[in-house]
């Protein structure tokens, strides 16, 4: 089992950066395939990108292909997503999720753990 905890969001103009971070608990944190999902006001959770648990390889939402890169360090058990050319559109809550020698996927019900999420605002 793993526990996530998501920090680094807050109020941005539009055209900067943020990055965020999700700490996990546990010692097997390389074997976890990790993702960062968003929700915004009134819409459903959405996938934005995942970096799997062998051979690091990623993938990202076309909405944020590009500007948006995801990493991850196993020694710190943490999991990164640098956000740059941020759009109000960008505007959400981030989730970190997590899954045990998981593919990746970009469906809700592809990650068994979840964090409680952080907010990115960004202005116009």
């Known amino acids: 089992q793993v526990q996530l905890v998501e920090s680094g969001g807050g109020l941005v103009q539009a055209g900067g950066s943020l990055r965020l971070s999700c700490g996990a608990s546990?010692?097997?944190?390389?074997?976890?395939?990790m993702a960062w999902f968003r929700q915004a006001p009134g819409k459903e959770r959405e996938f934005v990108a995942a970096i799997k648990w062998i051979g690091d390889s990623t993938c990202y939402a076309d909405s944020v292909k590009g500007r948006f890169t995801i990493s991850r360090d196993n020694a710190k058990g943490t999991v990164y997503l640098q956000m740059n050319s941020l759009k109000p559109e960008d505007t959400a809550v981030y989730f970190c999720?997590?899954?045990?020698?998981?593919?990746?996927?970009?469906?809700?019900?592809?990650?068994?753990?979840w964090g409680q999420g952080t907010q990115v605002t960004v202005s116009s």
């Open positions: 999720a997590a899954d045990l020698y998981g593919g990746v996927s970009y469906k809700r019900d592809g990650y068994e753990y």
């Open positions: 546990g010692r097997t944190f390389s074997s976890y395939t």
